[in-house]
């Protein structure tokens, strides 16, 4: 059975870049069947969509698509996200997901000084 897990800072400084690693297990990553997302949840708001990676490229969520960077690693099976020039506003439980449904536990990452 395949799973994920997230795993990144917790705590990150206002204008820096929040870095994520998305390991994905019981898989693999290089699959034309499957796409894999990334999903947030800012505290007391709903699911924000990010963005995901599959065979055929990369699509980001137009409102954060200027700092977003979804890529993957296939020797290690990860995907990773990069979300620049963060803010307070970017605190929230980030989620990877594969398409048919499954998902990561969620990370907590705060933006704080």
């Known amino acids: 059975q395949v799973q994920l897990q997230e795993s990144g800072p917790g705590l990150v400084k206002p204008s820096q870049t929040l870095s994520l690693t998305c390991t994905v297990s019981?898989?693999?990553?290089?699959?034309?069947?499957?796409?894999w997302s990334w999903i947030r949840q800012p505290p007391g708001k709903g699911l924000e969509w990010i963005g995901y990676?599959?065979?055929?490229?990369?699509y980001y969520n137009p409102s954060l698509k200027s700092r977003t960077s979804i890529s993957r690693d296939t020797s290690k099976n990860q995907i990773t996200l990069q979300l620049s020039s963060v803010t307070p506003e970017d605190t929230a439980v980030y989620y990877c997901?594969?398409?048919?449904?499954?998902w990561g536990q969620g990370t907590q990452v705060t933006v704080s000084s």
């Open positions: 019981g898989g693999s990553i290089t699959t034309n069947v499957y796409s």
């Open positions: 990676i599959r065979e055929s490229g990369t």
């Open positions: 997901l594969r398409s048919d449904g499954y």
